[in-house]
């Protein structure tokens, strides 16, 4: 009877692990963005990417595309770009230096 227990809580404990493993790798995955610079031009992609937006620090908004693909072109200074991807908004901070 204690080796059948003891194999029970094993087998239970590796499980809530894998579970929990699972779980948090899933969380880990949505975002899939990538952000690149190419001159002074900013470029987001993603192919789950619905919309980018790029705001000043003062929260005006610069510019706004749509789709896969998003092109900004930037000057000196620091802007926030905020992506919906997989239907959640991803937040970055962008610093031209």
């Known amino acids: 009877m204690r080796t059948y227990l003891r194999k029970v809580s094993y087998l239970l404990t590796f499980c809530c692990l894998l579970a929990g493993f699972t779980f948090a790798n899933a969380a880990h995955n949505k975002e899939e963005l990538s952000v690149r610079f190419r ?3 900013l ?3 993603s192919t789950k990417m619905e919309e980018a937006r ?5 929260g005006k908004l610069l510019q706004k595309e749509r789709g896969k ?3 900004f072109e930037l000057n000196r200074g620091t802007y ?5 991807v997989n ?3 991803v937040a970055r901070r ?3 230096r």
């Open 43 to 45: 470029v987001v992609t």
């Open 80 to 84: 926030r770009l905020y992506a919906k």
């Open 69 to 71: 693909l998003a092109e």
């Open 54 to 58: 790029i705001y000043s620090m003062q």
């Open 94 to 96: 962008i610093e031209l």
């Open 39 to 41: 001159e002074n031009t």
């Open 87 to 89: 239907g959640e908004t």
